[in-house]
């Protein structure tokens, strides 16, 4: 089982960023797939989950308005669209498929919003 992240970096605040998560290793489209970020000194918070029938997406209240999570089951890909990101919105961010007690996680990639 494998999860990838790709796509984190600096930017400036008000800026954009995508992230990406390649899933292998696993039925991809029965997960249920997230974003958690976990920034220094802070503990791991969700910030946006997709269901895997419904597509149904619920969102962290720092981040709503701002950030769309997407997934792409032909490709074993789940996306996080940020923007209009925020010095606060600095952290590690990490992939996580959930199905039933099955819990997967990636390595996390690394966001920063700073001038």
């Known amino acids: 089982v494998q999860l990838v992240e790709s796509g984190g970096g600096l930017v400036q605040p008000g800026g954009s960023l995508s992230l990406s998560c390649v899933a292998s290793g696993f039925t991809f489209s029965r997960y249920a797939m997230s974003w958690y970020r976990q920034a220094p000194g802070k503990e791991r918070e969700l910030v946006a989950r997709?269901?895997?029938?419904?597509?149904?997406?619920n969102y962290a209240d720092s981040v709503k308005g701002r950030f769309t999570i997407s997934r792409d089951n032909a490709k074993n890909t789940v996306y996080l669209q940020m923007n209009s990101l925020k010095p606060e919105d600095t952290a590690v961010y990490y992939c996580n498929g959930r199905f039933g007690i099955l819990d997967y996680w990636g390595q996390g990639t690394q966001v920063t919003v700073s001038s």
């Open positions: 997709i269901i895997s029938v419904t597509g149904r997406t």
